[in-house]
């Protein structure tokens, strides 16, 4: 048979619902409606309730889901790989691609921290980089790696130290103070009596008086009243714990400088044969203790409910902060365990000596 002959053979048939169907009459085989749905348009409601049409919306927006957090997911794991920089170079066109330049670098956050896990990894896995870190400059044998290192990570910890103890004062500021009663004398005619007067320890001002804009007084006013309200307080409040979270938010570097810290430490005792590390144990030591004191500080001061705690601890950046306080403790009591009450012949401040002692008899 031919194509004329099939042609011939073939009717072209088109019912209502505008699906082309041929049928073929050798056969004589009946015209078969493939549609079986209905159109409805999607501008009226009846139009949008349609299930099919929503079933369909339902998969296409799982699968885009997926699909985009699948992305974002491989993103985070490629960009968050573990780089190895070199501690030293000795040629011009990588000589601003070493360690110190990924950790002091301020034009892209994700090299910064990219250098401090390099740093916290090395400290703890690498003998052989271990040892660069620890080498002396030729000609002239100064530990300059060593410098560089350790003045990049106590830098970030006092910038913390700083921010927490700034945050401290705060809350020492904003507790609420008490009033007392004063005996003031009060003429009722011929008579004079002492009343009791009730005036604060403290004013705002000086003169009694608070300051307040007469034009953001009725603006105050609204706010303060829809934050009574239940629904409304929900959206206008801020967290208990938002200030928390913005204080410790980038402590993931501090975190990474401290561990490197107490692993170098650590690691001098049998590998420093120059004893770089020991010339800066007290700046070190000084640093630690003044950041957990401060920290211990922070969480006996913060005032939150059990039950948001309990339910913030389940969140990745609320974690950083029992994370950062657990790693100063485990790193002090590393370093202590290591040269023990030899430390009590540093030069440290008279507070910094008093914290010592008591992780060294393990009180703390």
Not at 204 to 220: C, F, I, L, R, Y
Request: proline content about 4%; glycine content about 4%; charged content about 20%.
């Amino acid at each position: 048979m031919n194509l004329k002959d099939m042609k011939t053979n073939m009717t072209f048939i088109q019912p209502d619902s505008n699906v082309m169907v041929y049928s073929y009459r050798r056969f004589q085989t009946k015209p078969i409606n493939c549609w079986k749905g209905s159109e409805q348009s999607v501008d009226t409601v009846y139009g949008l309730l349609d299930i099919g049409l929503c079933y369909q919306t339902i998969l296409l927006g799982i699968f885009l889901h997926f699909m985009w957090s699948y992305s974002a997911l491989l993103y985070r794991v490629y960009s968050t790989e573990h780089h190895t920089f070199p501690i030293e170079s000795a040629f011009d066109n990588t000589a601003n691609r070493c360690l110190i330049d990924a950790m002091s670098c301020q034009k892209d956050n994700l090299v910064k921290y990219l250098g401090f896990l390099d740093l916290s990894w090395l400290s703890k896995n690498s003998m052989e980089r271990r040892a660069q870190v620890f080498s002396l400059s030729q000609p002239g044998g100064h530990p300059h790696n060593w410098n560089k290192l350790s003045t990049a990570c106590l830098t970030e910890i006092d910038a913390l130290n700083q921010k927490v103890q700034e945050e401290n004062w705060k809350v020492f500021v904003n507790v609420p103070v008490r009033q007392t009663e004063k005996l003031t004398p009060v003429t009722v005619g011929d008579t004079t009596t002492l009343s009791h007067r009730t005036t604060p320890e403290s004013t705002v001002n000086g003169t009694g008086d608070s300051q307040t804009n007469p034009s953001t007084a009725p603006k105050e006013g609204i706010l303060s009243y829809l934050k009574k309200k239940p629904f409304f307080s929900f959206f206008l409040m801020d967290s208990p714990d938002a200030k928390s979270r913005q204080l410790f938010q980038g402590a993931q570097l501090q975190i990474w400088a401290i561990e490197a810290l107490s692993n170098f430490a650590t690691a001098s005792y049998t590998e420093d044969k120059f004893g770089v590390v020991q010339r800066s144990l007290p700046s070190t030591l000084t640093s630690l203790l003044n950041l957990q004191e401060n920290v211990e500080k922070y969480f006996k001061l913060a005032v939150t409910s059990s039950r948001r705690q309990t339910k913030d601890s389940m969140t990745k950046d609320a974690g950083l902060k029992y994370l950062l306080q657990t790693t100063l403790k485990s790193s002090l009591y590393k370093i202590v365990n290591t040269f023990g009450k030899h430390l009590m012949s540093l030069k440290l401040q008279p507070d910094a000596t008093r914290k010592l002692k008591q992780f060294i008899e393990y009180k703390e």
